[in-house]
C-alpha cells in the first residue's frame, strides 16, 4: 500500500525529531459537527504544546495519508461522507477510493509504516460488554505493533476486566500515567491495576526503550486519566451505559455502528458531561503523548 506522508512529517522522522500520530475515527464517527473537527484541531494543538509534531492520520480519496491538512480534516468531518476504517478495511478504502476516518487499530498500522513511535486517542477498543467474542482489532493491533499509546483506557460501554485480561494474555504491558489503576474513560478510575505506575514521560521512555532492547513487537499502552475537575463519577455513568445498552439492543443496532450510537447516547444521557469529559481526555492524552515523543527523541 502506498503511504502519503506530508513532507512535514517525513523530514521530522527523518531527523529524529518527536511525532506523534493522531487517529480520525472520532472525526468520522466519535463526535459531532463541528466538535468534531474543532477537537482533532485541539489535539493537534496540544501536541505542539508538548513540543512535538501531530500527524494526524486518515484515508483521502482512497490515499492513507500521514499528516492531514486543516482541509483534509474538515473533509473527513463532513456527516456521513467517509467511511470507518479499521485495519481489515484499509485495504477496501484504498482500492476503492473512498475517504475514511481511521480507528486506533489502523492508525497504530500506518503510524508504525511511516516510522512514527507515539500515538494518541481518547480510548482504545476491547471487548464487549456480554460479548467476550466480539473483539475489537485495536487489541490485536496492539499485541503486535511497537508503538507507545497513550489513551483514557478503554471505552468505558466495553468490559474493562476482560480487555485487560486480553492484553494481559497477548504480553501486552499496561502502564499508569501517575497512577495504579486503569483508567476507565469518563472516569479516573476503573478500580483494576495496571501494570505500573510511571510518574512521567521520562518513565513512560525507559520502560519503552526497555521493550524494545528486549525485543518486544507489542505496543506499550499508557493509561492517562482525564482531569478530576472533568470526570463523570463511575457509579453515574454506568447507569447511563447500561440505559444506552438496552437502547441499542431494542433498536438492533450492530456493527461498527454500536460504538458510536452508545457515546452519543451516553453524551445526551449525561447532559452533556460525557461529551465534554470526552474532549478534554483527547486533548490531555495528546498532550501527554507529545511529552513521551520528545522524552524519547532526547
Known amino acids: 500500500m502506498t503511504l502519503a ?22 472525526v468520522t464517527h466519535g463526535l459531532p459537527e463541528p466538535l468534531n473537527v474543532d477537537v482533532a484541531l485541539r489535539m493537534e494543538a496540544a501536541v505542539r504544546a508538548a513540543g ?14 500521514v499528516g492531514l491538512s486543516g482541509d483534509e480534516l474538515r473533509r473527513l468531518g463532513r456527516s456521513g461522507a467517509a467511511r470507518k476504517v479499521s485495519i481489515r478495511d484499509l485495504p477496501v478504502a484504498v482500492a476503492q477510493g473512498e475517504d475514511g476516518g481511521t480507528t486506533v487499530s489502523a ?6 509504516a511511516a516510522g512514527i513511535g507515539v500515538m494518541a486517542t481518547g480510548g482504545i477498543g476491547g471487548v464487549h460488554r456480554g460479548h467476550p467474542h466480539d473483539v475489537s482489532a485495536d487489541l490485536a493491533e496492539l499485541a503486535r505493533t511497537p ?11 466495553l468490559d474493562l476486566a476482560l480487555t485487560l485480561e486480553w492484553l494481559e494474555t497477548r504480553g501486552v504491558t ?28 521520562e518513565e513512560v521512555c525507559r520502560i519503552a526503550r526497555a521493550q524494545r532492547a528486549l525485543g518486544f513487537s507489542s505496543a506499550l499502552v499508557v493509561g492517562v486519566p482525564v ?15 447500561v440505559a444506552a445498552l438496552a437502547d441499542a439492543e431494542r433498536r438492533g443496532v450492530t456493527g461498527a455502528a454500536v460504538t458510536p450510537f452508545l ?17 478534554v481526555l483527547l486533548e490531555r492524552s495528546a498532550h501527554v503523548a507529545g511529552k513521551i515523543a520528545v522524552a524519547l527523541a532526547s
Open 107 to 112: 492508525t497504530i498500522r500506518l503510524a508504525h
Open 227 to 241: 482531569p478530576e475537575a472533568d470526570e463523570v463519577p463511575a457509579e453515574e455513568i454506568e447507569g447511563a451505559i
Open 5 to 26: 506522508v506530508s513532507s512535514e512529517i517525513a523530514a521530522a522522522v527523518r531527523d529524529g525529531a518527536p511525532v506523534v500520530a493522531l487517529e480520525t475515527a472520532l
Open 52 to 65: 512535538a509534531l501531530p500527524a494526524t492520520i486518515g484515508i483521502v480519496a482512497g490515499s492513507a495519508r
Open 263 to 279: 457515546l452519543r447516547e451516553v453524551g445526551a444521557l449525561t447532559d452533556g458531561r460525557a461529551t465534554r469529559a470526552n474532549v
Open 174 to 201: 499496561v502502564v499508569g500515567y501517575g497512577t495504579d489503576t486503569f483508567p476507565a474513560f469518563y472516569s479516573r478510575s476503573s478500580g483494576l491495576p495496571v501494570d505500573a505506575n510511571a510518574d512521567g514521560p
Open 147 to 157: 508503538l507507545v499509546v497513550t489513551c483514557a483506557g478503554a471505552k468505558a460501554i
